[in-house]
C-alpha cells in the first residue's frame, strides 16, 4: 500500500481577533460597493424623474406583469414585484445576518450586545416619538415607521471614506446597531402595517413552514426543493395580508447554522483524495470522478447552509436587487415647495435629530447605568457621530413608506427621506473625520 503524503509547511497564524476582524473587513468591503451603487441608482432614478423622461420612467414602473398559473392570472406592477418579490430576498439575507450575530457575533453575549441593542432601541424609539408628536391627527400619522430603520449599505460606505477615522470598535458597534434595529424594522411591517388577514392562507404558509423544518431535520439538502418551499411559503404570507417579505426574515432565521459535513470527515476525504491522485487508481475515470464528487460534496457541505446562502446572496442583493429597488421607488418629482410639507418635514427631523439623539441618549444611559461599556476607541463625541450617520435611512425608510402612506404623501416621504439621510451623512461624517484621535472617552 502506498505510503500517505506528509503535509508540511506552516499554516497562516490567526490571532484571535483576525477571527472577528477578518470577516468584519471582507463584510464591509461588500457593503461599501454596495452603498457605492446604491447611491448611483438613487441618483439616477432621481435625475431621470425629474427630466423630460420623467413621465415614461415612472410608468414603466407602474406597468403590470403576470403569468397564468391554472386558472388563475397572477398580475402585479413591475415595482410590486420588485417591492415584494426580489426584497423578500433581500430580507431573507437580512434574516441570515441576524442569525449569525446571535450564534456568532457580537449579539451572542450580553455584555457585547448591550449598547448596539440599547442603541437600536433608542434610535427606534425616539425618531417614531417625534414623527408622531409632529404628525399626530393627521393623513402622514400611519408613515411613524418610517424612520425607525438604519440603512448598512450607505452607512458602511460613509466608514470607508473615512477609514481609518473609524475606530474598529464603532464599526462593529453600528453594524450590531444596523442588525438589531432590522429586527425591529421587520416587527414593525409585520405588527403596525397588517391590517387584515387572512387566516387560511397564513395557516398554508405556517404549514409550508413546519414541513421546511421537517426537511431539514430530514437531512434534505436539495436547493431546488427549499426553493419551491420558499415560494410556496412567500406565496401564503402574500395573500394572508401580513407582508411577504416576512416570509424572507423567518426562513434565514430557520437556516441551520452548523455544516453537515464535520472538518474530521473533510480531512479524511482531503487525505483519501491526495492519496488517489498520487497511485495508480487516479487513471480509472470511474474511480477518479467518484473521488472528486466525494471531495466536492464533502467540502461544500462543511460550510454551514447560513455561511453558504449569506456568502452567495449577498452580491445579488447589494449589486442587482436592492440598485433595482432604488430605481424602482427612489424616483421622485421634487418641487422646492414639497420640502416644507408636514410629511417631509417630519421625516427629515425624525432622522436628522431623532436617531442621533435616541442612540446617543440610550447608549449614555446604559453605559451610566453599568449594562454596557464604551468599545475600546469610541469616544461620546464619535457615538454621536455614529449616531447622525444611523440616520441614514433609504432602503427600509422607503420600503416602510410605501407600506404606510400613497400618493403625494409617500412621494413627500421619500423627499424627507433623502433629504434626512443625505444631511445626517454629511454631519457625521464631518464629526468623525473632526474627532480627536484620542481612545479614552471624553
Request: charged fraction near 15%.
Amino acid at each position: 500500500m502506498m505510503e500517505m503524503p506528509k503535509l508540511s509547511g506552516p499554516g497562516p497564524i490567526r490571532k484571535p481577533i483576525q477571527v472577528l476582524v477578518d470577516p468584519l473587513k471582507r463584510f464591509m468591503l461588500i457593503e461599501a460597493a454596495d452603498g457605492a451603487i446604491l447611491l448611483v441608482a438613487a441618483l439616477t432614478a432621481l435625475i431621470v424623474a425629474n427630466s423630460s423622461w420623467g413621465p415614461a420612467y415612472l410608468a414603466f414602473w407602474q406597468k403590470d406583469l403576470g403569468f397564468v398559473l391554472g386558472d388563475k392570472l397572477v398580475r402585479m406592477p413591475l415595482q410590486l414585484w420588485i417591492n415584494d418579490g426580489l426584497m423578500a430576498v433581500f430580507f431573507f439575507v437580512v434574516g441570515l445576518e441576524v442569525k449569525r450575530e446571535f450564534v456568532t457575533g457580537e449579539l451572542r453575549e450580553c455584555k457585547h450586545a448591550a449598547l448596539p441593542v440599547a442603541a437600536a432601541i433608542g434610535g427606534m424609539l425616539v425618531p417614531a416619538a417625534i414623527y408622531l408628536f409632529l404628525q399626530w391627527g393627521t393623513p402622514g400619522e400611519r408613515g411613524w415607521g418610517i424612520p425607525m430603520a438604519t440603512d448598512i449599505a450607505f452607512v458602511v460606505g460613509c466608514m470607508a471614506i473615512l477609514g481609518p477615522r473609524i475606530p474598529n470598535g464603532l464599526r462593529i458597534m453600528l453594524l450590531s446597531l444596523a442588525i438589531a434595529d432590522d429586527i425591529g424594522a421587520v416587527l414593525v411591517i409585520a405588527i403596525g402595517y397588517t391590517e387584515h388577514i387572512h387566516m387560511l392562507s397564513l395557516g398554508l404558509s405556517l404549514v409550508g413552514i413546519g414541513l421546511f423544518v421537517l426537511l431539514l431535520k430530514a437531512g434534505v439538502r436539495n436547493n431546488l426543493v427549499f426553493i419551491l418551499m420558499g415560494i410556496f411559503i412567500w406565496a401564503g404570507f402574500h395573500e394572508s395580508g401580513i407582508h411577504a417579505t416576512v416570509a424572507g426574515v423567518i426562513l434565514g432565521l430557520l437556516t441551520p447554522t452548523k455544516g453537515f459535513v464535520r472538518r474530521v470527515r473533510l480531512n479524511f476525504m482531503i487525505k483519501r483524495t491526495l492519496h488517489l491522485m498520487q497511485g495508480d487508481h487516479w487513471e480509472y475515470p470511474a474511480e477518479r470522478y467518484a473521488t472528486l464528487r466525494q471531495m466536492e460534496r464533502c467540502a461544500r457541505e462543511t460550510l454551514s447552509p447560513l455561511e453558504r446562502m449569506e456568502t452567495e446572496l449577498h452580491p445579488w442583493v447589494g449589486f442587482v436587487i436592492m440598485p433595482l429597488f432604488a430605481l424602482a421607488n427612489a424616483g421622485v418629482v421634487v418641487q422646492m415647495a414639497d420640502l416644507a410639507m408636514p410629511v417631509a418635514t417630519a421625516t427629515m427631523i425624525s432622522l436628522m435629530l431623532g436617531k442621533p439623539i435616541g442612540i446617543f441618549g440610550f447608549s449614555w444611559l446604559a453605559v451610566k447605568s453599568r449594562l454596557a461599556l464604551l468599545p475600546e476607541g469610541v469616544t461620546w463625541r464619535r457615538l454621536f457621530g455614529g449616531g447622525l450617520l444611523g440616520g441614514i435611512g433609504f432602503t427600509m425608510a422607503i420600503f416602510i413608506a410605501g407600506l404606510a402612506l400613497d400618493g403625494q404623501l409617500l412621494n413627500h416621504a421619500k423627499i424627507g427621506i433623502m433629504i434626512g439621510s443625505l444631511i445626517s451623512a454629511v454631519l457625521g461624517m464631518l464629526i468623525l473625520f473632526t474627532a480627536p484621535n484620542k481612545t479614552e472617552p471624553d
